[in-house]
C-alpha cells in the first residue's frame, strides 16, 4: 500500500511550512533545497543510518521513521513555540 501524501488542514499553508521547515533545518546545519523541502529528511536518515529511500519504504520500523520524521518535526514545533512565546512577550 502507498503511502499518501500527508496534507495540512489549511492546504493555503503548505508554503509556509515548507519555509518554515527550510529555515528551521538551515539554522541546523543541513543542506536545504528550497524547490524540494522534503529532501533534508534523506541527509538526516543517512545521519541516523536510517535506509531511507523514495518511494517505498513500508519495511522501515516505526522506530527508524520516527527517528528521521521527529528530528525535523520536532524541531519545527520548537521553532513555533520560540516564536509564540516572543510574540506574547511584545504584547
Same mark, same amino acid.
Given at each position: 500500500? @502507498?503511502?499518501?501524501?500527508?496534507? /495540512? *488542514?489549511?492546504?493555503?499553508?503548505? !508554503?509556509? &511550512? ?26 538526516? @536518515?543517512?545521519?541516523?543510518?536510517? /535506509? *531511507?529511500?523514495?518511494?517505498?519504504? !513500508?519495511? &522501515? ?31
Amino acid at each position: 500500500m @502507498a503511502r499518501r501524501k500527508r496534507r /495540512p *488542514l489549511v492546504p493555503e499553508s503548505r !508554503g509556509a &511550512l515548507d519555509q518554515l521547515k527550510n529555515q528551521v533545518m538551515a539554522n541546523q546545519g543541513y543542506h536545504v533545497d528550497r524547490k524540494n523541502p522534503d529532501a533534508v529528511k534523506y541527509e538526516i @536518515a543517512g545521519e541516523a543510518g536510517v /535506509p *531511507l529511500k523514495q518511494g517505498y519504504n !513500508g519495511t &522501515l520500523t516505526s522506530k527508524q521513521a520516527g527517528t528521521v520524521g521527529g528530528k525535523i518535526g520536532g524541531s519545527m514545533v520548537k521553532e513555533l513555540i520560540r516564536m509564540a512565546q516572543e510574540r506574547m512577550k511584545e504584547q
